[in-house]
């Protein structure tokens, strides 16, 4: 379900269910999107033939449009963005059989992309965009760039690199003026965000998420974990690392969800347990 709930009573104002309100398809493991809050709508990707994606009215949750992508593909796991590119606003989503945009107008269909999802059931990185330029990764489809340039009537997609040396891992990648941070199966990377190039490469905590705050990048490793490392290409910085105490059981699973700077203080989740630590201070509270 998307649900909308007002703070102040802690009430819901509304509430609509993805596979019931829009016949929505899920992937394997169901749906784990973050919806986009774009101004005051709200995008979401239910998949299937009749609303792949679905654009409310984020106050009342009154349906603004809804986009049947062709091919009625199920949705993934990464989350929607937006981007202009020639000055027309854009949705991009990573569904399960490829990186597709829809005008944010009106919810139409204009172009995919589907190298990095060829053999991957986990479509999970969220898009990265800058300029017109779109990049999309996936532990098996590897990593890709594309140039997306809008004509008068259709879109042009053009693959700038393709390589699975890039940032793969479910915990995605962020740019960072010119260049792409993430994480590979093994690695921390590097990368020039318009042409591939490896700045550097360095094992630091393996795969794992990150995210960026003051000049830091804060990273959750799979194996639990976290780093703080400085984000330049010049080299690998790390400023510290540790394993948080008291470590869950996870079974099958690895530590997948991503850390959160906000108000100083770094959040970090894990499979029933959540730490909170003050990074102004340099104190730590659980």
């Not at 986009?67 to 569904?95: C, H, R």
């Amino acid at each position: 379900d998307v649900i909308c709930l007002d703070l102040s009573t802690r009430k819901v104002r509304w509430q609509k269910n993805l596979r019931i309100d829009f016949s929505g398809q899920p992937g394997i493991w169901a749906y784990a999107e973050s919806p986009l809050i774009d101004g005051e709508v709200l995008v979401c990707t239910p998949g299937g033939a009749d609303a792949t994606l679905a654009a409310l009215n984020k106050k009342t949750g009154k349906l603004l449009w809804k986009s049947s992508v062709p091919g009625s593909e199920q949705a993934a796991y990464a989350s929607v963005i937006a981007t202009t590119v020639s000055g027309v606003k854009q949705y991009v989503q990573f569904l399960q059989k490829g990186l597709v945009g829809i005008d944010a107008n009106n919810g139409k269909f204009l172009w995919r992309y589907d190298k990095t999802a060829q053999g991957s059931p986990a479509n999970i990185p969220t898009p990265v965009s800058r300029d017109g330029y779109i990049y999309s990764a996936t532990g098996r489809g590897g990593a890709g760039l594309i140039k997306v340039s809008m004509l008068q009537d259709s879109a042009e997609v053009e693959q700038v690199y393709a390589s699975p040396k890039l940032p793969t891992a479910i915990g995605g990648a962020v740019l960072l003026g010119d260049y792409l941070f993430g994480t590979t199966g093994q690695a921390l990377v590097c990368a020039e965000f318009k042409t591939g190039e490896v700045k550097w490469t360095e094992r630091g905590v393996g795969a794992g998420s990150l995210c960026y705050a003051d000049g830091r990048l804060y990273l959750h490793g799979e194996n639990g974990d976290l780093a703080l490392v400085e984000a330049t290409p010049e080299g690998y910085r790390e400023k510290g690392r540790f394993t948080p105490p008291g470590q869950p059981e996870r079974g099958q699973s690895k530590a997948w969800a991503y850390p959160v700077v906000a108000n100083g203080r770094f959040y970090v989740r894990d499979s029933g347990v959540l730490w909170c630590y003050d990074v102004k201070e340099g104190k730590a509270s659980r």
